[in-house]
């Protein structure tokens, strides 16, 4: 074997090291071949650099392409120095010595001369330097060149190709040496086998003997002083050995399998005591289970399903159902089909179940199975339900529970324990039903107490609070504090006078009945506490407090208290003035001029006071809903100038600027409204810039909305301020502003017209440099206005109009009007004759007059019965009266009021654009002519 392994190591050694070598070897030789050739190649792209430089200095006479040509000799010298190293052969040798013969040629004599008969311009000598053997020097050298670098890329070729075939060499060497060594392991091995196998396939074939039983009858060589002589040694003792410990055995086996006999006859008594006991174990844990899952829960229908799914396990059943005997019928079943539980409850008052309510026990049934449950079985089945009613503690059926299985019947034992379990699930039951009332109650009762305006909380004798209701929540921001000195500390906290508050908590449960307000920092809220004892019985459990928020309350007191004092102060100042006037006037004579001038003071005077009663007049018709519109389509610029005008003749040091930014200003309005509006907006930017300054009203278009800003350079509004600046009978609380006089309806009223009109209006402010109020109204596009007007007047040749009017020259002329205005009219001297005319065609339009000459019926009757009938009440209705009561005929439904006298062209306009109104809104009459077409 050691002389194996030395051949193994040497010529394996050998091998390798002979093919590093060639590897080592053929590694330098590319590496030489592949460095030559890149200076070959730098060589020649030097020259080619040199070639192109020169002629590009000859053709375009650059200074630098001949200095750079130049320069590329050196650059030749030093790569022909790196090139020396490896020019080896002679052929190498041969082309380093041309290509240096060239270079000399080249850049000493022929490059020299070609520049200088180029910069003596002689093109001639040029020409003839080419021509004698120049270009030809270059064209030999590149041809020259590129053979050389062929070779080189040849000799990199060959190389390879002599390595693989010395690879090829090498690897068939390894073979030859691989078939040697496994040549060598063989003989090895068989003399392996041949003193080692022998013996140990004896020594098998006697182990084969001893263990199939027979007679072991072999000569084992024992003298060998190898292992395989101590085996056999031991092989022979242990067959001894086995000898005689096998009647010995023998009969221990005898005794063991009587002694097997009557343990097998143990163990299938304990089997089966061990069986049932785990199915009681199983039935112990079942029953723990149903009564767990019956006092784990007070949901009903968590209960419920806990119930059949536990009943189920005990029965062993394949589906059940329980269900109660209530208004909602709750149940919960297993296996059983939503079908089949609907079908269940259907019919829970008759049919099997009848028998419960009469015997008021369990009992159970055995049917034949129906083809729907038999599956792919063919042969007769049966199946077998058990009935378990659910008594309540005065004995009647609350519930019933039924199970259904196919492996076997209940027996009577089954049954009777099965009733059992029903009372332990009735007394759960009623629990259940005991807990959903008590909470029921407790809910109603809660929230009752959070629906109360009020905030409530019952506090105990100790002062910890029972139960609050969500406003107080509200008003106690730590509500799960319940302790006294919590929530005292923390309500204490938040008010303005805590000591008082604290005194009146300390009094309060000792049963007084005094009440408290208390106003809390932050909110601004104003509550009114008051406390009242709680009683059960003669005993005292606990004091309810009650705190009611009154801050409205107080704020209107407030105001009203300010708004009494303002408008006594604004009636009175008018009022002065008109009584001294008139007091001058009837004591004293006075010059004309005088007079006239007294006389306008109190004029003036009785509008500022008319105006005054107007507001409080308005804002009391906005409250009640009686306020009434007459709008109608119009250019508000118009309306805006007119307020112009009219601000521009009472006040001095202010500039007014119009800005229209669009030309789309017609809008759905009731003008006079409109008027009032910005009336009170021009006016309050004139009167809160007391300093003068410009007011600005800019109009323009904003998202399909007609806008109109009031711009001031005054005072400004506080933020805090904003948001109730709309509100009635406020004024901002400033000292700058008290010495302006005003009511604080105005703006509030400007809201209520505005929102009328689907309008909104909002204010921007910035405290002591302005204000700016937008007033945005839904506009109308002139073009579609002008558009649906002409449409308008082609459908009036159709429109009916009637006339109800008992003065014949006044109706001739409105019929002549409107028959020039292409409508159909029809005149009416009496009201009964209208009504019944009204009875057989509808108009579009009716003219009616107030003043009728009938003794029982006026105009007021007529348009109650228009707005009464159902049929006529859509009809539009124009009331044409001497009588100046326009607020009683839009609330009793008119569309609009004309006082008598009035143009007649003012009454086909009228029409029109109501018409156009109830076009736009979708609410246009048919004439009478397309309604019978």
Known sequence: MMIFICIFVIGSGSLVGYQRYMINHYADNQEDLRAKRKVVQEIGTAFNEAFFDSRGYIA?????????????????????????????????????????????????????KGFQYHERNERDQLINLSKSGGTKSVVTFQRDWSDFTSQINKDLENDFLQQVSKQSQMEFAFIIFILIILFAIACIIRLAVNQMGKPLSTLASAAEQLAADEEVAMLLDTNRKDEIGKLSSAFQRMVHTIHEKEQYLIAQNDELLAQQEELQAQQTELEELLDLTEKREQMLNRRNQLINGLSNSLDKQEVLESIVLSMSQLLGADRGIVSLFNKERSYASIGVSAEGAKQFLDHLYNGLNEKLFKRKRAYTIKREIAPSEKGFHTEVGYSYDVYIPILSSKDEVEAVMVFNRFSHEFSAAEVAEYEGLGKQIAISLEKITMYERAENDRSTFQSILNNVQEGIQLVNNEGDIITLNTKMTEILTCSSQTKATAWQDNLLHLVKDADGLAHYFAIAFNESDEVYTYQLKEEMQVIQVYATPLYNGREKIGTILVHRDITKEYEIDQIKSEFVSTVSHELRTPLSSILGFSELMLSKELKPERQKKYVQTIYQEAQRLTALINDFLDVQRMESGKQTYDKRYGDVMPVIQRVIDLQKINVKDHTFHLQRETDQTTILMDEDKIGQVLMNLISNAVKYSPNGKDITVRVYEQSSKLCVDIIDQGLGIPKDALDKLFTKFYRVDNSDRRRIGGTGLGLSIVKEIVKAHQGEVEVQSTLKEGSTFTVKLPSVQQADQEIEEQVLLTKSAHAHVMIIEDDMSLATLLEAELQDSNFAVKHYKSGREAMRALEEQKPDAIVLDIMLNEKDLTGWDVLTYLKQSARLKDIPIVVSSALEEKEKGMSLGASSYLVKPYRPSQLSKLILQILLTQEKTGEILIPSEEKSE
């Open 60 to 112: 375009f006479d650059r200074k630098d392409l001949k200095e750079n040509a130049l320069r590329q000799e050196a650059v030749i010298n030093q790569l022909q120095e790196k090139l020396k190293p490896y020019v080896k052969s002679n052929r190498d040798k041969q082309y380093f010595n041309e290509m240096n013969s060239f270079r000399q040629y080249y850049f000493k004599d022929l490059l020299l």
